[in-house]
């Protein structure tokens, strides 16, 4: 499926304006760390030529907390600016379409579908700054915050290397000027005495986030506008024009390669609306509404206008026929007009790949792929699903799915001290003692413990078969694995201190 000409020009002016607001908040922000590099130069006016000690570091830190939240501040009411312009130009697409339709075939419908979209921008810019699409559920002023804190505390620690140094405080502002002016070039002595403070990670975090959002309240608006009209049919992936060479050239393909080649019967690159992948951070790619032709809109618009009955347009007025009219908002359902395979449905059939995209991460693709995610389930956050029976399921599919996963070179350490043990025979190779642990992670009946104690920064779960036991962190690599000297009920009732009995396998897979 591929656009005409006249709507394909709709696309491509908003798009092009779309990469405009990326130009124009990468100066500005850029603007806003140059107003804060003078700030804090200031502060140092008439103490130029004394020396660095606590006290002063104690004031100073002062002073820069406050100039870090007007800096919040600016850097938040410039992204909001932004992020509003995105989804006006993104809506704007559907708006211009219904206003192209209407003038080219004599039809007054600009007015009435403006109504219904006209909603559009101010919820995509709410989802955006209150973090509602992201799996995180952190909002624009969160983001923010974090990445001020990782400023304050890069000073902080800067400040006390100067004083370690004794440095003067003029030699200090030079440094803080190289740190937070964008403009301003790093010495080799700079590097010298503040090794691990990336200069260009500040400005950079600000700038990445700005443009992350941005694009995504683009994608968000273009999204959620084309759910609303009855004749966008797909959403388009198209590969940016810089992706070879941003990409491919020097890391190979990534996920959007994957997203521009996926076909389901729409078209190569085309998705449900509701089903199409949210851009990663920076992403430069394209995605637009498809349409039929124009010409077959118009006509159909037409007949159902003189009032021929359309099961689809008559499905949509349904739902927003309240809004269409005039007469106020309508929370209507985008997909009671459309032909809408189910989640469940349309998940299976995709790659692997693709599902852990659309589930946002391999945490919630291991639950799917154990048949214990719910379709209801499929886009809450990962931090509403995490608890003790999910996160030991994850650990299982992990392993069961891509292998046994080891620190490096703690397999052989293992496979030796086993032997020296006399757990396993002298004879056996790394394969064999793995494939014992396997056994223990494949049998239904294996019993399955928590284990956490203060001292851990990280809970393990424990498997046995009554003869063996294998640990393994929650991050899925494997701590040890043995059959105990005192015995399997011994160890775990006895020796160690912090374990919870959970289930059997096959129990943890049932359903509450």
């Given at each position: 499926?591929?656009?005409n000409?006249?709507?394909?020009?709709?696309?491509?002016?908003?798009?092009?304006?779309?990469?405009?607001?990326?130009?124009s908040?990468?100066?500005?922000?850029?603007?806003?760390?140059?107003?804060?590099?003078?700030e804090?130069?200031?502060?140092?006016?008439?103490?130029?030529k004394?020396s660095?000690?606590e006290?002063?570091?104690?004031?100073?830190?002062?002073?820069?907390?406050?100039?870090?939240?007007?800096?919040?501040?600016?850097?938040?009411l410039?992204?909001?600016?932004?992020?509003?312009?995105?989804?006006e130009?993104a809506?704007?697409?559907?708006?211009?379409?219904?206003n192209?339709i209407?003038?080219?075939?004599?039809?007054?419908?600009?007015r009435?579908?403006?109504?219904v979209?006209?909603?559009?921008?101010?919820?995509?810019?709410?989802?955006i700054?209150?973090?509602?699409?992201?799996h995180d559920?952190k909002?624009?002023?969160?983001?923010?915050?974090?990445?001020a804190e990782?400023?304050?505390?890069?000073?902080?620690?800067?400040?006390?290397k100067?004083?370690?140094?004794?440095?003067?405080?003029e030699?200090?502002?030079?440094d803080?000027q190289m740190?937070?002016?964008p403009d301003a070039?790093?010495?080799?002595?700079?590097?010298?005495?503040?090794p691990?403070?990336?200069?260009?990670?500040?400005?950079?975090?600000?700038?990445?986030l700005?443009r992350?959002s941005?694009?995504?309240?683009?994608?968000l608006?273009?999204?959620?506008?084309s759910?609303?009209?009855?004749f966008v049919?797909?959403?388009?992936?198209?590969?940016?024009?810089?992706?070879?060479?941003?990409?491919?050239?020097?890391?190979?393909?990534?996920?959007?390669?994957?997203?521009?080649?996926?076909?389901?019967?729409?078209?190569?690159g085309?998705f449900?609306?509701?089903?199409?992948?949210?851009?990663?951070p920076?992403c430069?790619?394209?995605?637009?509404p498809?349409?039929?032709?124009?010409?077959?809109?118009g006509?159909e618009l037409r007949k159902w206008?003189?009032?021929?009955?359309?099961p689809?347009?008559?499905?949509w007025y349904?739902e927003?026929g309240?809004e269409?009219?005039?007469?106020?908002k309508?929370d209507?359902?985008?997909?009671?007009f459309?032909?809408?395979?189910?989640?469940s449905?349309w998940?299976?059939?995709?790659?692997?790949?693709?599902?852990?995209s659309?589930?946002?991460g391999?945490?919630k693709w291991?639950?799917?792929?154990?048949?214990?995610?719910?379709e209801?389930?499929?886009?809450?956050?990962?931090?509403?699903?995490?608890?003790?029976?999910?996160?030991?399921i994850?650990?299982?599919?992990r392993?069961?799915?891509?292998?046994?996963k080891w620190?490096?070179?703690?397999?052989?350490?293992?496979?030796?001290?086993?032997?020296?043990?006399?757990?396993?025979p002298?004879n056996w190779?790394k394969?064999?003692?793995?494939?014992?642990?396997m056994?223990?992670?494949?049998?239904k009946?294996?019993d399955?413990f928590?284990?956490?104690n203060?001292?851990?920064?990280q809970?393990?779960?424990?498997?046995?078969?009554?003869e063996?036991?294998?640990?393994i962190?929650?991050n899925?690599?494997?701590?040890?694995?043995y059959?105990?000297?005192?015995?399997?009920?011994y160890?775990l009732?006895?020796?160690?201190t912090?374990?919870?009995?959970?289930?059997t396998i096959?129990?943890?897979?049932?359903?509450?």
């Amino acid at each position: 499926m591929r656009n005409n000409n006249e709507y394909q020009e709709l696309i491509n002016k908003a798009r092009n304006n779309h990469l405009k607001l990326f130009k124009s908040s990468y100066k500005e922000i850029r603007d806003i760390y140059k107003d804060a590099s003078k700030e804090l130069k200031i502060k140092y006016v008439g103490t130029k030529k004394r020396s660095l000690t606590e006290r002063f570091a104690k004031d100073y830190m002062k002073a820069v907390d406050n100039q870090l939240k007007e800096m919040r501040t600016q850097i938040f009411l410039s992204d909001k600016k932004f992020i509003k312009k995105a989804t006006e130009l993104a809506n704007q697409i559907q708006l211009s379409f219904f206003n192209m339709i209407g003038k080219k075939y004599g039809m007054d419908i600009d007015r009435t579908f403006r109504t219904v979209l006209s909603r559009v921008p101010e919820e995509a810019v709410a989802e955006i700054m209150n973090g509602l699409m992201y799996h995180d559920n952190k909002g624009l002023s969160e983001r923010i915050w974090i990445d001020a804190e990782l400023m304050k505390k890069d000073i902080a620690y800067m400040l006390q290397k100067a004083i370690a140094e004794k440095k003067s405080v003029e030699e200090f502002a030079k440094d803080i000027q190289m740190y937070v002016n964008p403009d301003a070039r790093i010495t080799w002595e700079w590097n010298k005495v503040y090794p691990g403070v990336g200069k260009r990670k500040i400005e950079y975090n600000a700038q990445r986030l700005a443009r992350t959002s941005i694009n995504h309240a683009f994608f968000l608006s273009n999204v959620r506008s084309s759910e609303i009209n009855p004749f966008v049919e797909a959403m388009h992936w198209e590969l940016s024009s810089s992706h070879y060479s941003r990409q491919v050239l020097p890391f190979g393909e990534d996920e959007c390669d994957v997203y521009a080649n996926h076909d389901e019967g729409l078209g190569k690159g085309n998705f449900p609306i509701d089903k199409t992948p949210l851009p990663h951070p920076q992403c430069l790619c394209s995605q637009w509404p498809v349409i039929p032709d124009m010409e077959e809109i118009g006509t159909e618009l037409r007949k159902w206008l003189d009032g021929e009955s359309n099961p689809t347009l008559d499905a949509w007025y349904k739902e927003f026929g309240k809004e269409f009219a005039g007469g106020g908002k309508q929370d209507g359902n985008p997909y009671a007009f459309r032909k809408r395979e189910s989640a469940s449905d349309w998940l299976k059939r995709q790659s692997r790949d693709m599902q852990m995209s659309f589930l946002g991460g391999k945490k919630k693709w291991y639950l799917y792929n154990a048949g214990v995610l719910q379709e209801k389930d499929f886009l809450k956050p990962w931090k509403e699903l995490k608890n003790d029976k999910n996160s030991a399921i994850i650990v299982l599919e992990r392993i069961l799915t891509d292998g046994l996963k080891w620190k490096k070179g703690k397999l052989e350490q293992h496979v030796n001290k086993r032997i020296r043990k006399g757990h396993i025979p002298e004879n056996w190779t790394k394969k064999e003692y793995q494939s014992r642990i396997m056994e223990i992670m494949q049998n239904k009946s294996s019993d399955v413990f928590l284990y956490y104690n203060e001292g851990f920064n990280q809970k393990y779960f424990i498997f046995g078969d009554k003869e063996w036991i294998s640990i393994i962190g929650e991050n899925g690599v494997i701590d040890t694995a043995y059959p105990p000297d005192k015995g399997y009920n011994y160890y775990l009732n006895k020796q160690l201190t912090g374990i919870k009995f959970m289930s059997t396998i096959e129990e943890l897979y049932k359903n509450d």
